[in-house]
């Protein structure tokens, strides 16, 4: 099959690999019809991720049609068109049992912290993603979710991760009505969670970012005001003049370790990995939020250290949420909001490339060129 390869950092290609095989009688394999580059894929790619093994297929993201299925499974059969969740997760163990799909406590043997997660270094399972022409499924009874007739491929994509962790970003917000929020990042996901803020009832959305055209796109989206923080002297002193002093209700960060705008974070987070990533945005959020407001986090960062300012969380008496998102607790919900009409996720996808050209694709999503918001990788033949 064709898929993704990862030969180092800032080095991918495309690369023809043995095909997947069943390996458990619970697994499936997919033949991949659509699969996202992710914003974390690109953390992978620069080399920030502990334990990313050359030769690895990423991609996180992706749908695709059903080719064979162990002895075991029940619930799908060949032909089936599913979405497929970004965690993986056997459905039984006790954070499963909570809905906690992304803290499974049985599919990573790797790491106590983190669960399993699709083409994700060998920190998170060691397992290979969808950027592929095939990929093996496991715990194929619990995990897939077969797309609905009346759903678009390119918009249930974009309900394997990037929708339900905006989603729920904006739901670990604890927002009220009429809340004012603000959204660190213009991304796919930030661009989810200030869509997600009106849904869960916000009554003001503010995006920072620093890309012209993000801004420009999630404004126009998400019918939201936006802050480039490149024209910003203090951003905390800034969001409390916006705020009547007070601060933001919900901060939320929907960036992580690869933030821009601090220079010494920049330095010992990004460059010299010092610490588990840039802090900025985990700065900007504690000091710009109101006291006893709540902070969102659903930005990657490292299993090492990161110097943010716990004290001043404390004294402000926050709250401060985090984790990476179900996928599967969500799905229910956000497929109404996409049949209803109040929302359609593939509006954001700005460029579909071929497989064979996933260098060029990883470099213009990186680069952040030609305006790209959200890049869809289309197997040969899908």
């Known amino acids: 099959m064709l898929a993704m390869e990862f030969r180092g950092p800032y080095r991918v290609r495309a690369k023809h690999k043995s095909d997947p095989q069943i390996e458990h009688p619970n ?14 894929d690109l953390h992978l790619y620069h080399g920030l991720v502990p334990d990313t093994h050359v030769g690895t297929t990423f991609g996180h993201e992706f749908t695709g049609v059903v080719e064979q299925v162990g002895q075991s499974v029940q619930n799908l059969k060949v032909g089936d068109h599913v979405l497929v969740p970004f965690n993986i997760f056997c459905g039984s163990c006790y954070f499963c049992q909570k809905e906690l799909y992304s803290n499974c406590h049985n599919v990573n043997s790797q790491a106590t912290a983190v669960g399993a997660i699709y083409g994700y270094s060998h920190t998170a399972g060691g397992y290979d993603g969808g950027q592929a022409e095939f990929v093996r499924v496991p715990m194929a009874d619990v995990g897939p979710t077969v797309i609905p007739k009346d759903l678009h491929v390119e ?15 904006a739901e670990m917000g604890d927002i009220k009505e009429g ?21 869960l009832g916000a009554g003001r959305v503010i995006v920072v970012d620093h890309v012209e055209y993000r801004l420009e796109f999630v404004r126009n989206y998400a019918q939201c005001e936006v802050v480039n923080f490149k024209e910003v002297d203090d951003m905390a002193v800034h969001i409390k003049k916006m705020t009547d002093g007070l601060g933001a209700d919900v901060c939320i960060d929907c960036v992580g370790c690869e933030a821009v705008g601090n220079a010494m974070q920049t330095l010992t987070g990004r460059y010299m990995k010092l610490q588990g990533g840039a802090a900025t945005v985990l700065h900007w959020a504690i000091n710009s939020v109101r006291k006893a407001g709540t902070v969102s986090i659903v930005g990657v960062y490292g299993p090492t250290f990161n110097a943010i300012p716990i ?10 949420r985090m984790n990476q998102a179900s996928v599967k607790r969500h799905l229910p919900r956000l497929i109404e909001h996409i049949q209803a009409g109040r929302i359609s996720p593939r509006e954001i996808i700005t460029h579909r490339i071929p497989l064979e050209e996933v260098a060029d694709a990883y470099h213009m999503f990186s680069s952040k060129l030609d305006n790209c918001i959200k890049t869809v990788l289309i197997p040969p033949g899908a």
Do not use: E, H, M
């Open 155 to 169: 918009d249930a994509v974009l309900l394997t991760d990037a929708f339900p962790t905006g989603y729920q970003a």
């Open 179 to 199: 809340d004012t929020v603000v959204v660190f990042g213009a991304g796919p996901v930030g661009i989810f969670a200030a869509k997600s803020a009106w849904l």
């Open 311 to 320: 004290g001043n969380a404390v004294n402000k008496g926050l709250t401060l």
């Open 27 to 40: 697994d499936a394999i997919i033949r991949v019809t659509r699969s996202c580059i992710c914003g974390s």
